[in-house]
């Protein structure tokens, strides 16, 4: 195994994003403008937002704006995995809101639906399958708790298929398989880029107005009021008679009745919430076409998702072309929530992948990497999004997705709307609203530097548990019995 020469020739850029069918950006905002709706982010939670409040409301007048480039960050750099599940699996949900599990998981089922849904309305070609996802096992303690998950997701009304080492390995052939569990229903692949480049093109046919190249730089509410500087319009939302919001940006300004913020891991313009976030970084390569002998020789006739089960997981599938995905393992926080753009790249993180990666799959040995890239994700100590309204509900947000926000980011985007009240009476409440998972908060991290001091202890203690069977050392039971989320 040569990582270094399988490594030689990749490019430092997200595959997903690295096609010359990638559209030319919109043009950036330019001067004041006024709207009923702003939108903050150009990734799937902005784009969904912006997309279903003109469809609730076809007369509304939609703001997006993107600091970069639309599906630039987190939306274009995923691996595709688009789950049905908007808690980070069973596990979590069920430790969480045991007794809200049933409906979170049937609105779950119903927001993967309308996401295909979506895509056939819009005629969004965003290599869609519906392949499911098959979670095996790669150590000997990992087989319980396949066997106890898929116990609890007979109970929750899944079919999973309980695999041995000769099913799963018949299903895809690698040698460290000792078992798996392959849910076939509840998780479709698909192009990241092309859903956020599809989902902008919507928005557009619908009106909205979007714009690139547009960060925005600072949030002001006006006091509630009578009359208003925006006219008659305002009549139509819950809460009529506060004032409008404005967002400054280098070039210009938008005021706005009510603003989504869907800023992901980067610094949020509603300061409370800067707390419950950090940004992680996530890492992934991309293989070249595979050869006929080569896709022979791993089988993976069914095209499903794949990860294994440690808490330094790998995910890993195949593109519509015929290559493979493989990411995960290294989740790494930088010191004061760092940000910047040489963290996307990570050599030694590479090198272990790709080792790993040939140790999954040593039939493979002289394929080449072409691609390595990193990207940012907006964790939160529960795992899963959280959400809430400020300034007399005329601003929503929805952060914390945690790495399964491809699929949770719509359903994200329907809790924002009804937050702010689109085609809504007022004060009227709905279903998704009225979950405790909506109604409640994570944990906030601690400041720096006790911030950084506990993420990496957490990280090294995780890793350690990985090495000793699986078995979580006193700080890892400590943060089970607070409910801080870190587990696999």
Request: proline share 6%.
């Amino acid at each position: 195994m040569d990582v270094v020469k399988a490594l030689a020739e990749a490019e430092p850029a997200p595959f997903w994003l690295d096609d010359p069918a990638r559209p030319a950006p919109s043009p950036a905002l330019s001067g004041a403008v006024t709207c009923d709706l702003a939108v903050v982010g150009g990734g799937y939670g902005g784009l969904w937002t912006a997309l279903m409040a003109k469809e609730r409301d076809p007369s509304l007048d939609v703001v997006l704006l993107e600091a970069g480039r639309i599906g630039g960050a987190a939306s274009g750099r995923n691996g595709g995995f688009c789950s049905a599940s908007l808690t980070h699996g069973l596990r979590n949900g069920l430790e969480r809101w045991p007794d809200d599990m049933p409906d979170l998981e049937r609105l779950g089922w119903d927001n993967l639906r309308a996401i295909g849904d979506t895509l056939r309305r819009h005629r969004i070609d965003a290599e869609w399958e519906l392949t499911g996802e098959m979670s095996v096992a790669t150590e000997e303690w990992h087989l319980p708790a396949l066997a106890e998950e898929a116990e609890i997701a007979f109970e929750l009304g899944w079919q999973p298929m309980l695999l041995s080492a000769e099913g799963a390995r018949a299903e895809v052939a690698s040698p460290t398989y000792l078992g798996a569990l392959w849910d076939r229903d509840s998780v479709a692949m698909l192009h990241p880029a092309k859903l956020a480049w599809g989902l902008a093109d919507a928005c557009r046919a619908l009106g909205v107005r979007i714009h690139e190249n547009t960060r925005v730089t600072g949030l002001r509410a006006e006091p509630a009021r009578g009359g208003g500087a925006l006219g008659g319009r305002r009549g139509r939302w819950a809460g009529a008679g506060a004032g409008p919001l404005h967002l400054a940006a280098a070039s210009g300004s938008v005021t706005a009745h009510r603003v989504a913020l869907a800023s992901g891991a980067f610094p949020s313009l509603l300061r409370r919430l800067r707390g419950y976030l950090v940004p992680v970084y996530d890492y992934a390569l991309v293989t070249e076409p595979l050869s006929a002998e080569q896709r022979a020789a791993i089988g993976w006739r069914h095209r499903q998702g794949l990860g294994d089960s440690a808490n330094q997981f790998h995910y890993y599938r195949l593109t519509a072309d015929g290559r493979i995905v493989w990411g995960g393992y290294d989740a790494i926080y930088h010191f004061g929530n760092g940000l910047r753009p040489g963290l996307e790249h990570r050599p030694a993180t590479f090198a272990t992948l790709a080792r790993h990666f040939f140790t999954t799959f040593p039939q493979l040995e002289g394929i080449r990497f072409s691609h390595a890239w990193g990207g940012v994700v907006d964790t939160c100590t529960r795992f899963c999004a959280f959400y809430g309204s400020a300034h007399d509900r005329r601003l929503a947000y929805a952060a914390g997705y945690t790495g399964l926000g491809v699929g949770a980011t719509r359903f994200g985007a329907d809790v924002m709307l009804d937050l702010l009240g689109v085609g809504l009476a007022p004060g009227e409440e709905t279903e998704r609203t009225r979950l405790e998972m909506v109604r409640s908060k994570p944990v906030p991290f601690p400041p720096e530097p006790l911030r950084y001091g506990v993420i990496e202890l957490t990280r090294r203690e995780m890793a350690r548990a990985d090495r000793n069977a699986g078995r979580r050392g006193l700080w890892l039971r400590a943060l089970d019995r607070f409910g801080l989320g870190f587990d696999s």
